[in-house]
Every structure is written in structure tokens, then in C-alpha cells.
């Protein structure tokens, strides 16, 4: 397992990633656009432990091509070897894949590159910043954080998304996606000033499409002063065609 993917393959080989075969169990349509698929595990948690925002790559073929993307673990079970990935559908390989998944299917993993550091002080409020793709991290986050109060900032409707929330702790401020995410980004600058200086021990989370998660980061790191150690930017997705690069 492994051969053939590209340069990709060879650099985790290179940095000792761990490899799995992953199989379909059931599958959940939650939404006409949002998958969920239970999966056995191949030995992956028992071998790689478990931790919270944890996430795989996944290999598809494409035309012949390797073509690898990342998914965030829901409800990881090392007792049982099983968890379910769920999938914001579009169009792209990997969500044709997720679509047609039926149980008994399998596709290959890599365990490479995924953490997580708790932040210390534990934070007095959590700040998120995401959409559908990175909805899984957005829950396995707050569960992580939680007794802390946490604001979520979301791009898109949150309507029977299976966003694990608490209304005496959460508050949700859904944004449209418009403009290539400009309207996301002014609802946050606007908004977060404010809300950060009334809690001492801010943390804050932002995982979208790149090029809106590099202007936040950026805003909130020079222009907000948050250290570097109370803030955590990956962009998930790049607006283009192309896939989603990460759940």
C-alpha cells in the first residue's frame, strides 16, 4: 500500500507516515449535500491513539492519478476500531467517491502531519470560524474546549447540519457565503474586536477556504495583537474548482 501517489506518497513515506485500509460500514445521507459514512478503522486508532480536531488523508484515483484528501475523525472509538468522516458533497473526486460509497467499500489512509495542543491558560472563550468543510473540527473542537463559552462564526446555513452545539454555552452567527467570502470576513472584523476585549484568556479558530482564513489570521494576529499560541488558521479549502483540501 502506498506505491503509486505521486510525489505526495513519497514525502509521507519519507516522514515514517502510518498507512490504513479503511471500509464503509454505513452511510447516512444527512443533508442532499452533506454525507456521513461509519467506517472501520484497519487498526488505525489502536496504532495511532486519538486526539481531538484528528484527521487522515484519504487516496482516490483520478484518471489514473493519486489524488489525496483530508478528513476530520467524528467520534473516534479505539474500543471498537470504528468513527465516521462526513462529507460537504461538491463536485470533485472525493465527493463523487463519498456519494457512491456503499457498505463493504474500501479506500486507503495515511495517519501524517495531524495534532492537536491544548491551549494553556484554558481559554476564558472560544472563538470559531468555519463552514460545512470544516464543520467536523468545528464540533470535535468545542466538545475538546468545552465547558468554555464559544462564538462560532459560520459561512453558509447550518439548517439539519449536524453542528454539536450548546445554547447556554454557543452561540451561532451564521454569514452567507458571498463574494469569495468577503462576507465573512466583514461580519468578523466587525464583530470579534468587541468580544475579545471583554474575555481575559481569549482562544481563537478559524478554518475555511484559504484566502479567507489567511486575511482573518492576519487581521487577528497584526491588527487584534492575539499571540500566535491563542490562535490556530488552516485554510481547508481554496476557492477554485477543485476540491475541498481538507474536512
Not at 454505513?26 to 459514512?37: G, I, M, Q, S
Not at 463552514?131 to 453558509?156: C, K, Q, V
Request: hydrophobic content about 40%; overall charge negative.
Amino acid at each position: 500500500m502506498g506505491q503509486g501517489r505521486g510525489w505526495e506518497g513519497a514525502v509521507l513515506r519519507l516522514l515514517r507516515a502510518k498507512d490504513f485500509v479503511l471500509t464503509v460500514t454505513d452511510t447516512e445521507d444527512v443533508t442532499p449535500h452533506y454525507r456521513r459514512l461509519r467506517l472501520t478503522d484497519g487498526g488505525m486508532l489502536a496504532a495511532t491513539g486519538v486526539h481531538p480536531t484528528m484527521w487522515v488523508r484519504l487516496w482516490f484515483d483520478d484518471a489514473g492519478k493519486p489524488h489525496q484528501r483530508a478528513y476530520t475523525l467524528v467520534d473516534p472509538d479505539p474500543a471498537t476500531g470504528t468513527f465516521s468522516l462526513e462529507f460537504a458533497l461538491h463536485e470533485g473526486r472525493a465527493s463523487a467517491w463519498a456519494r457512491a460509497a456503499r457498505p463493504g467499500d474500501t479506500v486507503e489512509a495515511t495517519v501524517q502531519g495531524t495534532g492537536f495542543e491544548h491551549p494553556s491558560p484554558f481559554p476564558s472563550h472560544v472563538f470559531a470560524v468555519g463552514d460545512p468543510a470544516s464543520l467536523p473540527a468545528i464540533n470535535s473542537l468545542l466538545d475538546a474546549l468545552a465547558p468554555a463559552p464559544a462564538t462560532a462564526w459560520f459561512e453558509g446555513d447550518t439548517d439539519r447540519l449536524p453542528l454539536r452545539t450548546d445554547p447556554a454555552r454557543h452561540e451561532v452567527r451564521e454569514v452567507p457565503r458571498e463574494n469569495a467570502g468577503a462576507a465573512l470576513t466583514e461580519r468578523v472584523r466587525a464583530d470579534l474586536p468587541d468580544l475579545l476585549e471583554a474575555t481575559p484568556d481569549p482562544y481563537v479558530w478559524i478554518a475555511c477556504d484559504t484566502a479567507t482564513t489567511r486575511t482573518l489570521a492576519a487581521f487577528v494576529r497584526k491588527e487584534l495583537g492575539v499571540p500566535k499560541h491563542r490562535l490556530h488558521a488552516l485554510g481547508y479549502w481554496r476557492a477554485t474548482p477543485a476540491a475541498p483540501a481538507r474536512r
